[in-house]
C-alpha cells in the first residue's frame, strides 16, 4: 500500500538472496516473535486496525533502510524519500493533475546528478569511442 514498490521490491529481494545464500542469517524465533508482537501493540495503540499490517506508507523507509542494512545495501536517498512526501502533497492539494504539475525540481536534479555516477564514462569499455 501507497510505497515506492521498485526500491522495496529490490531491497526485499536483496534481503531474501542474503538469507537463502547464508551470507544473512535470520534473527532467533523468539526475538522475530518479539519484533511481531510489539509491531501488533504498535498499531493497536495506534487504532489502526490487524489488516492494515501491510500498509506501509510513510514507514516505508524505515523499513527500507533496515532491509539496505541488513543485505549491506546503501540506504534510501533523501531525495527519494522527500519525492515521495512531495509527490503526496501534491496529490492532496492537485488530485487531477498532480502528475502534470509538481514544485520538486530540486529533487529532480539531486536524482539526475545520483543518477550521473551510474553513467559510464569517456574511455569505459561501454562507450565506443568517437570517431
Known sequence: ?????????????????????GRA?????????EEVELFYSKL??????????H???????EYD????????SPPVEEWRKKMYFATGANRKIR??????EW???ELILQAHEDFLQYL???GSPLIAPAL
Not at 510505497?3 to 545464500?21: D, H, N
Not at 493497536?44 to 499490517?53: D, F, M
Not at 488530485?95 to 502534470?100: F, N
Open 55 to 61: 500498509r506501509l506508507a510513510e514507514q516505508q523507509f
Open 95 to 100: 488530485p487531477e493533475t498532480y502528475r502534470d
Open 25 to 33: 542469517s535470520l534473527p532467533s524465533k523468539e526475538n522475530m516473535m
Open 44 to 53: 493497536k495503540a495506534a487504532g489502526i486496525p490487524k489488516h492494515y499490517t
Open 103 to 105: 514544485d520538486d525540481d
Open 120 to 122: 559510464p564514462t569517456q
Open 65 to 72: 533502510d533496515w532491509l539496505a542494512a541488513e543485505s549491506g
Open 1 to 21: 500500500f501507497r510505497v515506492v514498490p521498485f526500491t522495496l521490491f529490490e531491497l526485499q529481494s536483496k534481503w531474501i538472496a542474503g538469507i537463502l545464500s
